[in-house]
């Protein structure tokens, strides 16, 4: 297993807390300003909303009565996705005599089954860490205690 190096330069203490002081209170002025920059937005979408002009793309424009800061109009902009209801799908396609040609198996690991077999001794440990292979992610957190 690897081990996390430490920094080999020293950090004075005094520079540690300095650092760790500075970035708490800028993490709180983010956050503060992240939630005020949000009301603002729902502010404007809904003015949008109410007052601007649907385009032949459904996206709705308000043009501002000045440029501000270079920002001359406001856009809801209008974004579809399409998804498989699966449900949806299948009945379709079986009244349809369909089901046949557009369903196709999908194979599909049991993980509970693979799980078995390594508990009769089918598979060896290294068997399942190469079928799951681990993965490490790292987040920095700070903690009060």
Do not use: N
């Amino acid at each position: 297993m690897a081990t996390v190096e430490k920094p080999s330069r020293e950090v004075s203490l005094k520079g540690l807390l300095g650092t760790v002081s500075q970035y708490v209170t800028l993490k709180r002025r983010i956050d503060d300003l992240t939630k005020e920059q949000s009301v603002l937005k729902s502010e404007l979408s809904d003015l949008v909303d109410k007052q601007g002009e649907v385009d032949d793309k459904g996206h709705i424009w308000l043009s501002l009565p000045e440029s501000v800061e270079g920002v001359s109009s406001l856009k809801r902009e209008r974004r579809v996705t399409q998804s498989l209801d699966m449900d949806a799908a299948i009945i379709i396609l079986s009244q349809k005599g369909l089901a046949e040609r557009c369903i196709k198996p999908v194979p599909t690991i049991a993980e509970d089954e693979v799980m078995a077999a390594l508990y009769e001794g089918k598979l060896t440990e290294e068997d399942v860490d190469t079928m799951f292979p681990k993965k490490i992610t790292w987040a920095f957190i700070t903690s009060k205690s």
